[in-house]
């Protein structure tokens, strides 16, 4: 054996462990988060959440946010707009509207959860959410927003009906939208339970869920008025707009159209059959890098 060897087995240890990292590092631009799924920081928003307990307050809060997602650039944001007015029953003071941006996208909003109990109350929350996302893949498309609301509420006595609420019933079990349940119960007033959910729409490209006034204004004699609306605006690549359907459907989650869009993964194919033609043919370089080595290092001996 000659002098040579060690250094000759050390460049190529070298060699091939410089080969491996470099397919390792192919591989994971290959088959790493890719589309919308790579979106994973977001926003969360908490607004009038356990907030003026004892009986006979006002609370009124609003969020407005406008998310805005491109697909094409990989840019997000969200703005958001809130307001709070709170204080005695039908004397609240109201607070300045306050308007902040953000460079993530806003996708879950809880408000208006576990306040003004006590009874003697008054209890108003909205909720307004509009997506706007370009570049999506051909095909994209939404469904109607699920919804989970009303659900033991307005109970304990009182002039019936209750309960104002639309949709009703709707008792979806891990809806776009909760709201107003467990809340408003111990009597009072009839329709003392006002919920609504506008015109929704939800999209797998920017999935976005609402949860407000549940477990709030018990003790009896309260009245609570609730609302969410969700729109989602689609431009595809082609510069085609995605209809938006104008009535919710109570749907399941679990299995209808809470997946990626069609066509979203195909949009991908030909970049990851590049890349894993490029892994391909740069471990084939490596082995033939180290094959010319040891016929080398052999002719040497």
Do not use: W
Not at 208 to 216: A, M, P, Y
Not at 221 to 242: D, E, M, Q, R
Request: proline share 4%.
């Amino acid at each position: 054996m000659t002098a040579g060897t060690p250094r000759f087995r050390s460049s190529l240890v070298r060699t091939l462990a410089l080969t491996a990292s470099l397919a390792i590092a192919v591989l994971a631009l290959t088959f790493g988060p890719t589309g919308a799924n790579a979106f994973a920081a977001t926003q969360d928003l908490t607004q009038c959440n356990g907030e003026l307990g004892g009986g006979g307050k006002e609370l009124d809060c609003t969020i407005d946010i406008v998310n805005t997602l491109n697909l094409t650039t990989g840019t997000e944001s969200s703005t958001v707009t809130t307001k709070v007015c709170s204080g005695p029953n039908q004397a609240a003071i109201c607070g300045d509207s306050v308007t902040t941006s953000y460079n993530l996208l806003t996708k879950s909003v809880n408000q208006c959860n576990g306040s003004v109990n006590g009874g003697g109350s008054t209890l108003t929350c909205r909720v307004t959410v509009v997506n706007n996302i370009t570049g999506a893949p051909a095909n994209s498309g939404t469904t109607g927003a699920t919804v989970n609301q009303c659900n033991y509420a307005g109970t304990g006595g009182g002039t019936a009906p209750t309960l104002n609420c639309d949709p009703n019933p709707a008792s979806v079990s891990g809806a776009t939208i909760t709201q107003c349940n467990y809340s408003v119960n111990g009597g009072g007033a009839p329709d003392r339970v006002t919920c609504t959910v506008g015109p929704s729409t939800v999209s797998a490209l920017l999935p976005v869920t609402v949860n407000q006034c549940n477990d709030s204004a018990n003790g009896g004699g309260s009245l609570v008025t609730c609302s969410v609306a969700l729109t989602n605006n689609i431009t595809t690549a082609a510069g085609s707009t995605t209809p938006i359907p104008v009535k919710n459907v109570l749907h399941d989650s679990k299995t209808d159209g809470f997946g990626l869009a069609a066509g979203h993964d195909a949009g991908n194919l030909g970049g990851t059959a590049f890349l894993g033609a490029g892994v391909l043919i740069l471990l084939a370089a490596g082995l033939l890098t180290a094959s010319a080595a040891t016929r080398k290092a052999d002719a040497r001996r």
